[in-house]
Antibody
Framework: EVQLVESGGGLVQPGGSLRLSCAASGFSFSTYWMTWVRQAPGKGLEWVASIKEDGSEKRYVGSVKGRLTISRDNAKNSLYLQINSLRAEDTAVYYC???????????WGQGTLVTVSS | QSALTQPASVSGSPGQSITISCTGTSSDVGAYNFVAWYQQHPGKAPKLMISDVSNRPSGVSNRFSGSKSGNTASLTISGLQAEDEADYYCSSYTTSNLRVFGGGTKLTVL
């Protein structure tokens, strides 16, 4: 059974940084593209970033380029999202997802909430 | 990349059919047959219901079907059931090798 468990969310002050993690199990992690999707409170889904199986290719939504970095450690079956210079508009539930192909999120974790507030 | 356009809400009675539209551009919906639909119940993670315009993943009821014409994709749910009440999101691959979501549609089963 595919399991994706996000962690690392919490309350952060504007301008701060955070590193989100996603622990994967139940499948061969190193053979799948992975994705982060976020959802602001009461709002819709926003695709944030995807990373290739071996980490050699990364894709980002234009609005976050330069502030967010997606990475992975295949030895640890883990996906990461580094968020810098946090803003109020980064407040959201961040979901980790296993892709079908390069960009279709298929299996999702339960999400971790990031709140940016002073 | 702008979000795809969906109606904010739709409703139907049990047993009826409803259709949710998803309008994009020639750079996303119209460019490829890579439209997907997700169902999300309150407080839960999204669930993939349709991929590649009209393919249902294993385990998804055949009451759910998808189609596309030009820059507009559609999700049809037939034989509405109470458990279908949820938010639905469309999503498309884009010519920029990215993925974009629609704004979401709240389905109410009357």
């Amino acid at each position: 059974e595919v399991q994706l468990v996000e962690s690392g969310g919490g309350l952060v002050q504007p301008g701060g940084s955070l590193r989100l993690s996603c622990a994967a199990s139940g499948f061969s992690f190193s053979t799948y593209w992975m994705t982060w999707v976020r959802q602001a409170p009461g709002k819709g889904l926003e695709w944030v970033a995807s990373i290739k199986e071996d980490g050699s290719e990364k894709r980002y939504v234009g609005s976050v380029k330069g502030r967010l970095t997606i990475s992975r450690d295949n030895a640890k079956n883990s996906l990461y999202l580094q968020i810098n210079s946090l803003r109020a508009e980064d407040t959201a539930v961040y979901y980790c997802a296993r892709n079908r192909g390069s960009t279709l999120p298929e299996d999702w974790g339960q999400g971790t909430l990031v709140t940016v507030s002073s | 990349q702008s979000a795809l356009t969906q109606p904010a809400s739709v409703s139907g009675s049990p047993g009826q059919s409803i259709t949710i539209s998803c309008t994009g551009t020639s750079s996303d919906v119209g460019a490829y047959n890579f439209v997907a639909w997700y169902q999300q119940h309150p407080g839960k993670a999204p669930k993939l219901m349709i991929s590649d315009v009209s393919n249902r993943p294993s385990g998804v009821s055949n009451r759910f079907s998808g189609s596309k014409s030009g820059n507009t994709a559609s999700l049809t749910i037939s034989g509405l059931q109470a458990e279908d009440e949820a938010d639905y999101y469309c999503s498309s691959y884009t010519t920029s090798n990215l993925r974009v979501f629609g704004g979401g549609t709240k389905l109410t089963v009357l």
